[in-house]
């Protein structure tokens, strides 16, 4: 049996994309980065919504012209290994990009639960119109945030703005060029 967490990064205002959908700002360091790669150890699981998932097909392999790095291969090779379920009413299986990946049109909490309980370890949504219904649910138990220096006004927000949380610190860590991972607990 898995557990569900959230994790983004987000504006100090608290947005992921600012009004005009531009998250350029929140881009990670390398020292970010490497951080990134070894959280992923811990993933089991991906819930994710149709952009995001197309967002992520950047991780299938290098662009053309395009040599990544170690962190980089190695980031892909994680991501490529975790199961994901994709959550979109206008994709069909076709669209999928790999044999693990299952297509759910909608992310009810009884569907989500299922894949929470049969995942061996974290399952990890991702994007805050996918999580939105679980985070009101209470079913998120683990939230990490990226904070990064910047303010961008408004846009699409991390959390939804009617969610009513009480959160335990358990981690944090600053990094070198000024942004902050926070990791809170449901209580």
């Known amino acids: 049996m898995g557990t569900l967490s959230y994790t983004a990064t987000v504006s100090l205002d608290g947005y992921v994309a600012d009004e005009n959908g531009d998250f350029q700002w929140s881009a990670p360091d390398p020292e970010v980065f ?3 790669v070894e959280r992923m150890r811990a993933v089991a699981h991906e ?3 149709r952009r ?3 967002l992520m097909e950047y991780w299938l392999a290098p662009p053309e012209g395009e040599e990544w790095g170690p962190d ?4 892909a ?5 975790i199961p994901r379920t994709v959550v979109s009413s206008t994709l069909t299986a ?3 990009t790999s044999d693990t990946d299952r297509l759910v049109p909608r992310l009810d909490p009884g569907t989500l639960r299922r894949i929470v309980d049969e995942a061996a370890g974290e399952v990890e ?3 805050p119109t996918t999580a939105a219904e679980a985070i009101r649910a209470g079913m998120v138990r ?3 945030f990226f904070v990064v220096p910047a303010v961008v006004g408004g846009g699409l927000r991390a959390l939804p703005p009617d969610a009513r949380l009480d959160l335990e610190l358990v981690d944090q860590r600053v990094f070198t060029g000024g942004t902050v991972f926070l990791r809170y607990r449901s209580r």
Do not use: K, N, S
Request: proline letters at 0%; glycine letters at 12%; a negative charge.
């Open 34 to 36: 490497r951080f990134h």
């Open 94 to 96: 076709a669209d999928l």
């Open 142 to 144: 683990d939230f990490g």
């Open 47 to 49: 819930v994710l919504g």
């Open 77 to 81: 090779r994680r991501w490529q290994a």
């Open 52 to 54: 995001t998932y197309a």
């Open 72 to 75: 980089e291969q190695e980031f």
């Open 125 to 127: 949504i991702f994007g």
